[in-house]
Protein backbone atom coordinates (compact mmCIF):
# COMPACT_ATOMS: atom_id res chain seq x y z
CA UNK A 1 0.00 0.00 0.00
CA UNK A 2 1.09 3.70 -1.05
CA UNK A 3 2.12 6.00 1.89
CA UNK A 4 2.37 9.70 2.12
CA UNK A 5 5.69 9.28 3.00
CA UNK A 6 5.89 7.45 -0.02
CA UNK A 7 4.32 9.89 -2.55
CA UNK A 8 6.66 12.48 -0.38
CA UNK A 9 9.70 10.73 -1.09
CA UNK A 10 8.78 10.24 -4.89
CA UNK A 11 8.44 13.45 -5.33
CA UNK A 12 12.08 14.88 -3.92
CA UNK A 13 13.92 12.14 -5.39
CA UNK A 14 12.84 12.91 -9.29
CA UNK A 15 9.51 11.06 -9.01
CA UNK A 16 7.98 12.80 -11.73
CA UNK A 17 10.90 12.24 -13.63
CA UNK A 18 9.06 11.42 -17.23
CA UNK A 19 6.00 13.29 -16.62
CA UNK A 20 5.16 16.33 -19.00
CA UNK A 21 3.16 19.73 -17.16
CA UNK A 22 1.51 22.45 -17.65
CA UNK A 23 1.61 25.60 -15.25
CA UNK A 24 -0.46 27.70 -16.81
CA UNK A 25 -0.13 31.51 -14.72
CA UNK A 26 3.51 30.43 -13.86
CA UNK A 27 4.95 34.15 -13.69
CA UNK A 28 5.53 34.52 -10.30
CA UNK A 29 4.02 33.71 -6.22
CA UNK A 30 2.04 29.91 -6.26
CA UNK A 31 2.45 29.31 -10.02
CA UNK A 32 6.15 30.17 -10.47
CA UNK A 33 6.95 28.00 -7.21
CA UNK A 34 4.65 24.88 -8.29
CA UNK A 35 6.58 24.79 -11.35
CA UNK A 36 10.02 24.82 -9.69
CA UNK A 37 8.57 22.38 -7.55
CA UNK A 38 7.32 20.25 -9.78
CA UNK A 39 10.84 20.84 -12.09
CA UNK A 40 12.97 19.70 -8.91
CA UNK A 41 10.82 16.71 -8.84
CA UNK A 42 12.49 15.56 -12.36
CA UNK A 43 9.19 16.64 -14.57
CA UNK A 44 9.12 18.74 -17.61
CA UNK A 45 7.39 21.58 -17.20
CA UNK A 46 5.57 24.38 -20.09
CA UNK A 47 5.23 27.40 -17.68
CA UNK A 48 2.65 30.13 -19.72
CA UNK A 49 1.86 33.73 -19.00
CA UNK A 50 1.81 37.47 -20.31
CA UNK A 51 4.97 38.92 -18.68
CA UNK A 52 7.99 38.06 -20.93
CA UNK A 53 11.46 39.71 -21.08
CA UNK A 54 9.86 41.41 -24.00
CA UNK A 55 6.52 42.38 -22.91
CA UNK A 56 4.72 42.95 -19.80
CA UNK A 57 1.16 42.80 -18.86
CA UNK A 58 -1.12 44.43 -17.31
CA UNK A 59 0.01 43.58 -14.08
CA UNK A 60 3.00 45.61 -14.31
CA UNK A 61 5.79 43.60 -12.79
CA UNK A 62 8.19 43.20 -15.48
CA UNK A 63 11.37 41.60 -13.30
CA UNK A 64 8.97 38.47 -13.03
CA UNK A 65 8.76 36.46 -16.59
CA UNK A 66 7.97 33.41 -17.45
CA UNK A 67 11.52 32.71 -18.94
CA UNK A 68 12.83 33.51 -15.61
CA UNK A 69 9.93 30.68 -14.15
CA UNK A 70 11.67 28.42 -16.97
CA UNK A 71 15.27 28.50 -16.03
CA UNK A 72 14.41 27.99 -12.18
CA UNK A 73 12.39 25.06 -13.07
CA UNK A 74 15.53 23.77 -15.36
CA UNK A 75 17.78 24.53 -12.11
CA UNK A 76 16.21 22.93 -10.21
CA UNK A 77 16.59 19.50 -12.05
CA UNK A 78 13.36 19.59 -14.35
CA UNK A 79 13.16 21.16 -18.10
CA UNK A 80 11.82 24.75 -18.13
CA UNK A 81 9.92 25.46 -21.07
CA UNK A 82 8.49 28.94 -21.55
CA UNK A 83 5.47 29.81 -24.05
CA UNK A 84 4.19 33.20 -23.99
CA UNK A 85 0.41 32.57 -24.05
CA UNK A 86 -2.47 34.93 -23.11
CA UNK A 87 -5.28 32.47 -21.86
CA UNK A 88 -8.17 34.40 -22.40
CA UNK A 89 -7.12 34.03 -26.58
CA UNK A 90 -8.47 30.38 -26.99
CA UNK A 91 -6.34 30.17 -30.00
CA UNK A 92 -3.16 30.77 -27.93
CA UNK A 93 -4.29 27.96 -25.85
CA UNK A 94 -4.92 25.88 -28.91
CA UNK A 95 -1.60 26.36 -30.29
CA UNK A 96 -0.22 26.38 -27.02
CA UNK A 97 -1.46 22.74 -26.50
CA UNK A 98 -1.30 21.40 -30.00
CA UNK A 99 2.62 22.11 -29.31
CA UNK A 100 2.79 19.90 -26.36
CA UNK A 101 1.35 17.23 -27.89
CA UNK A 102 3.44 17.61 -31.26
CA UNK A 103 6.67 17.79 -29.24
CA UNK A 104 6.00 15.55 -26.05
CA UNK A 105 2.64 13.16 -27.01
CA UNK A 106 1.37 13.54 -23.45
CA UNK A 107 0.22 15.69 -20.47
CA UNK A 108 0.31 14.17 -17.34
CA UNK A 109 0.23 17.37 -14.80
CA UNK A 110 -2.12 20.65 -15.44
CA UNK A 111 -2.20 23.21 -13.13
CA UNK A 112 -4.53 26.10 -13.88
CA UNK A 113 -3.15 29.21 -11.35
CA UNK A 114 -3.98 32.42 -13.87
CA UNK A 115 -5.51 35.08 -12.63
CA UNK A 116 -3.40 38.66 -12.62
CA UNK A 117 -6.56 40.83 -10.73
CA UNK A 118 -4.98 42.00 -7.96
CA UNK A 119 -5.01 45.47 -9.19
CA UNK A 120 -8.13 45.60 -10.23
CA UNK A 121 -9.42 44.33 -6.64
CA UNK A 122 -11.38 46.98 -3.86
CA UNK A 123 -12.27 45.25 -1.07
CA UNK A 124 -15.39 46.33 0.96
CA UNK A 125 -17.09 48.19 -1.87
CA UNK A 126 -20.88 47.94 -3.22
CA UNK A 127 -21.42 46.21 -6.40
CA UNK A 128 -23.01 49.23 -7.63
CA UNK A 129 -20.06 51.55 -6.72
CA UNK A 130 -17.73 49.05 -8.05
CA UNK A 131 -15.68 49.87 -11.40
CA UNK A 132 -17.94 47.21 -13.74
CA UNK A 133 -15.84 47.20 -16.70
CA UNK A 134 -12.65 46.30 -13.56
CA UNK A 135 -15.33 43.46 -11.82
CA UNK A 136 -16.10 41.87 -15.21
CA UNK A 137 -12.24 41.89 -16.42
CA UNK A 138 -11.30 39.72 -12.66
CA UNK A 139 -13.95 37.19 -13.96
CA UNK A 140 -12.56 36.69 -16.86
CA UNK A 141 -9.09 36.78 -15.53
CA UNK A 142 -9.70 34.29 -13.07
CA UNK A 143 -12.89 32.21 -14.51
CA UNK A 144 -13.01 32.61 -18.49
CA UNK A 145 -9.39 31.48 -18.42
CA UNK A 146 -9.59 28.22 -16.79
CA UNK A 147 -11.98 27.17 -18.79
CA UNK A 148 -10.46 27.89 -22.26
CA UNK A 149 -7.20 26.50 -20.85
CA UNK A 150 -8.66 23.04 -19.44
CA UNK A 151 -11.46 23.10 -23.10
CA UNK A 152 -8.08 22.53 -24.99
CA UNK A 153 -5.86 20.51 -22.02
CA UNK A 154 -8.08 17.75 -21.00
CA UNK A 155 -8.26 15.58 -23.72
CA UNK A 156 -4.46 15.30 -23.98
CA UNK A 157 -4.71 14.87 -19.86
CA UNK A 158 -7.20 12.37 -20.49
CA UNK A 159 -4.79 10.13 -22.57
CA UNK A 160 -2.67 8.85 -20.40
CA UNK A 161 -4.63 7.71 -16.86
CA UNK A 162 -3.79 9.13 -13.55
CA UNK A 163 -3.64 12.57 -14.76
CA UNK A 164 -3.88 15.37 -12.32
CA UNK A 165 -5.31 19.01 -12.58
CA UNK A 166 -5.15 21.65 -9.84
CA UNK A 167 -7.51 24.50 -9.93
CA UNK A 168 -5.88 27.50 -8.09
CA UNK A 169 -7.89 29.42 -6.04
CA UNK A 170 -7.48 31.87 -2.90
CA UNK A 171 -9.64 30.87 0.17
CA UNK A 172 -11.02 27.05 0.82
CA UNK A 173 -14.33 26.13 0.32
CA UNK A 174 -14.81 26.25 4.24
CA UNK A 175 -13.52 29.68 4.64
CA UNK A 176 -14.94 31.34 1.42
CA UNK A 177 -18.93 30.52 2.89
CA UNK A 178 -17.45 34.09 4.23
CA UNK A 179 -18.20 36.93 2.02
CA UNK A 180 -14.56 37.95 0.00
CA UNK A 181 -15.69 41.74 0.23
CA UNK A 182 -15.45 42.28 -3.49
CA UNK A 183 -18.41 40.51 -5.10
CA UNK A 184 -16.65 39.75 -8.45
CA UNK A 185 -13.35 38.74 -6.55
CA UNK A 186 -15.94 36.37 -4.41
CA UNK A 187 -17.54 34.84 -7.33
CA UNK A 188 -14.01 34.40 -8.89
CA UNK A 189 -12.76 32.75 -5.83
CA UNK A 190 -15.62 30.34 -5.28
CA UNK A 191 -15.36 29.06 -9.01
CA UNK A 192 -12.57 26.89 -9.15
CA UNK A 193 -13.91 24.68 -6.04
CA UNK A 194 -17.07 24.30 -8.51
CA UNK A 195 -15.29 23.46 -11.36
CA UNK A 196 -13.20 21.19 -9.18
CA UNK A 197 -16.42 19.39 -8.28
CA UNK A 198 -17.85 19.44 -11.63
CA UNK A 199 -15.41 17.80 -13.51
CA UNK A 200 -14.96 15.12 -10.91
CA UNK A 201 -17.76 13.67 -12.53
CA UNK A 202 -16.52 14.38 -15.92
CA UNK A 203 -13.68 13.12 -15.45
CA UNK A 204 -14.14 9.91 -13.72
CA UNK A 205 -13.53 7.51 -16.77
CA UNK A 206 -10.53 8.51 -17.50
CA UNK A 207 -9.20 7.93 -13.50
CA UNK A 208 -7.84 11.98 -14.01
CA UNK A 209 -8.11 13.41 -10.68
CA UNK A 210 -9.14 17.12 -10.55
CA UNK A 211 -8.80 19.38 -6.76
CA UNK A 212 -8.98 22.76 -6.02
CA UNK A 213 -6.63 24.03 -4.20
CA UNK A 214 -5.26 27.55 -2.47
CA UNK A 215 -2.02 28.68 -0.46
CA UNK A 216 -2.53 30.40 2.78
CA UNK A 217 -1.68 33.79 3.33
CA UNK A 218 0.74 33.46 0.42
CA UNK A 219 4.54 35.57 0.56
CA UNK A 220 4.28 36.12 -2.66
CA UNK A 221 6.96 38.59 -4.50
CA UNK A 222 3.68 41.51 -5.03
CA UNK A 223 2.64 40.88 -1.25
CA UNK A 224 6.26 41.18 0.41
CA UNK A 225 7.02 44.63 -1.87
CA UNK A 226 3.32 45.93 -0.62
CA UNK A 227 4.89 45.38 2.93
CA UNK A 228 8.18 46.71 2.11
CA UNK A 229 9.64 43.67 2.92
CA UNK A 230 11.67 40.86 1.65
CA UNK A 231 11.59 36.94 2.27
CA UNK A 232 14.64 37.28 4.43
CA UNK A 233 12.97 40.21 6.66
CA UNK A 234 9.10 39.05 5.94
CA UNK A 235 8.48 38.97 10.22
CA UNK A 236 8.92 42.67 10.35
CA UNK A 237 5.68 42.82 8.49
CA UNK A 238 3.42 41.96 11.57
CA UNK A 239 3.56 45.06 12.91
CA UNK A 240 1.75 46.42 9.69
CA UNK A 241 -1.04 42.98 9.47
CA UNK A 242 -0.76 41.02 13.04
CA UNK A 243 -1.88 38.11 10.62
CA UNK A 244 0.92 38.08 8.42
CA UNK A 245 2.86 36.22 11.32
CA UNK A 246 0.44 32.94 10.08
CA UNK A 247 2.01 33.66 6.54
CA UNK A 248 3.58 30.87 4.37
CA UNK A 249 6.59 30.72 1.07
CA UNK A 250 5.34 30.00 -2.01
CA UNK A 251 7.49 26.66 -1.67
CA UNK A 252 5.16 25.11 0.30
CA UNK A 253 2.49 24.60 -2.40
CA UNK A 254 4.92 24.18 -4.64
CA UNK A 255 6.18 21.44 -2.21
CA UNK A 256 2.31 20.28 -1.50
CA UNK A 257 1.40 19.73 -5.69
CA UNK A 258 4.83 18.05 -6.42
CA UNK A 259 3.65 15.17 -3.52
CA UNK A 260 0.30 15.31 -4.76
CA UNK A 261 1.21 14.42 -8.54
CA UNK A 262 3.19 11.55 -7.48
CA UNK A 263 0.98 10.17 -5.22
CA UNK A 264 -0.86 6.89 -6.86
CA UNK A 265 -4.00 7.28 -4.39
CA UNK A 266 -4.47 10.60 -5.19
CA UNK A 267 -7.87 10.23 -7.12
CA UNK A 268 -9.09 9.38 -2.96
CA UNK A 269 -8.83 14.06 -3.00
CA UNK A 270 -10.52 14.33 -6.33
CA UNK A 271 -13.86 16.97 -6.41
CA UNK A 272 -12.64 18.64 -3.57
CA UNK A 273 -11.34 21.42 -1.85
CA UNK A 274 -7.73 21.64 -0.32
CA UNK A 275 -4.82 23.58 0.96
CA UNK A 276 -1.30 23.92 1.30
CA UNK A 277 -1.64 23.43 4.81
CA UNK A 278 -3.55 20.14 4.33
CA UNK A 279 -1.22 18.81 1.74
CA UNK A 280 1.52 19.73 4.08
CA UNK A 281 -0.42 17.39 6.96
CA UNK A 282 -1.07 14.78 4.46
CA UNK A 283 2.48 14.60 2.95
CA UNK A 284 4.57 15.34 6.64
CA UNK A 285 6.03 18.50 4.19
CA UNK A 286 7.30 22.17 5.95
CA UNK A 287 8.04 25.21 4.88
CA UNK A 288 11.43 26.70 4.03
CA UNK A 289 11.84 27.43 7.79
CA UNK A 290 11.52 23.92 8.94
CA UNK A 291 7.42 24.93 9.66
CA UNK A 292 4.25 24.11 8.50
CA UNK A 293 2.16 26.73 8.71
CA UNK A 294 -1.86 26.12 8.59
CA UNK A 295 -3.41 29.51 7.73
CA UNK A 296 -6.81 28.47 7.37
CA UNK A 297 -7.09 26.44 10.40
CA UNK A 298 -5.97 29.67 12.38
CA UNK A 299 -8.21 32.00 10.39
CA UNK A 300 -11.53 29.68 10.90
CA UNK A 301 -10.29 29.09 14.42
CA UNK A 302 -9.12 31.83 15.62
CA UNK A 303 -9.82 34.94 13.98
CA UNK A 304 -13.25 34.01 12.91
CA UNK A 305 -13.97 31.16 15.42
CA UNK A 306 -12.69 32.79 18.41
CA UNK A 307 -11.01 30.37 19.70
CA UNK A 308 -7.88 31.03 22.09
CA UNK A 309 -4.74 31.05 20.39
CA UNK A 310 -2.02 32.30 18.11
CA UNK A 311 -0.29 32.04 14.88
CA UNK A 312 2.48 30.11 16.52
CA UNK A 313 0.04 28.14 17.42
CA UNK A 314 -0.42 27.25 13.65
CA UNK A 315 3.15 27.04 12.37
Known amino acids: MTTAADAK??????????????????????????AVELGRAGALVYVTGRTTRQQVSEVGRPTETIEETAERVTAAGGTGIAVPTDHLEPEQVRALLARIEREQGRLDIQINSVWGGDHL??????????????????????????????????????????????????????????????????????????????????????????VSLTPGFLRSEEMLDHFGVTEANWRDAVAQEPHFAIAESPALIGRGVAALAADPAKERFTGQSLSSGQLAKVYDLTDTDGSRPDAFGYFEDVVTGGKDGTADDYR
Open 121 to 210: LRFDTALWDLDLAGGLRMLRLGIDTHLITSHYALPLLNRTPGGLLVEVTDGTASFNRTYRGNLPFDLTKNAPHRIAFGLATELKPYDTTV
Open 9 to 34: ERAGRGGLAGRVALVAGATRGAGRAM
